[in-house]
């Protein structure tokens, strides 16, 4: 089955609410720590490609890529926003700024 952002936005928020209490009630401190986390998550992904490229390396390195994604999904839920509609967006003025058609 394919996964879709908003499926996953679903699934995240379910965890977080049953292992880690929802998102609303966490201090801005934790949210500090969760954007650290993210910063985090990305340094390991390119710290992991620059020292192996074998195929068990590139299988962490997607790993690393998804908790990005979960952090940013937990930290776009807390401020009201959809990732999935961000991520469109985002594609869509990019794609506007340097000229081509391919949209989402």
């Known amino acids: 089955m394919d996964l879709t952002f908003r499926q996953l936005s679903i699934v995240n928020k379910m965890r977080c609410k049953d292992e880690f209490s929802f ?5 801005f401190t934790n949210w500090i720590k969760w954007g650290y986390d993210l910063v985090k998550e990305m340094e390991l992904v390119c710290n992991r490609l620059i020292e ?3 195929v068990k390396a590139k299988k962490d390195v997607g790993y690393e ?3 990005a994604i979960i ?3 937990l930290l776009c839920t807390k401020l009201g926003l959809s990732l999935e ?7 869509n003025i990019v794609s506007d ?3 081509s058609t391919i949209k989402i």
């Not at 998102?23 to 201090?27: A, I, L």
Request: aromatic fraction near 12%; include cysteine; glycine fraction near 4%.
């Open 23 to 27: 998102v609303d009630s966490w201090s």
């Open 52 to 54: 192996d490229s074998s």
């Open 65 to 67: 890529i998804a908790d």
């Open 71 to 73: 952090y940013a999904d």
């Open 85 to 91: 509609e961000c991520i469109k967006d985002r594609f």
């Open 97 to 99: 700024s340097v000229g």
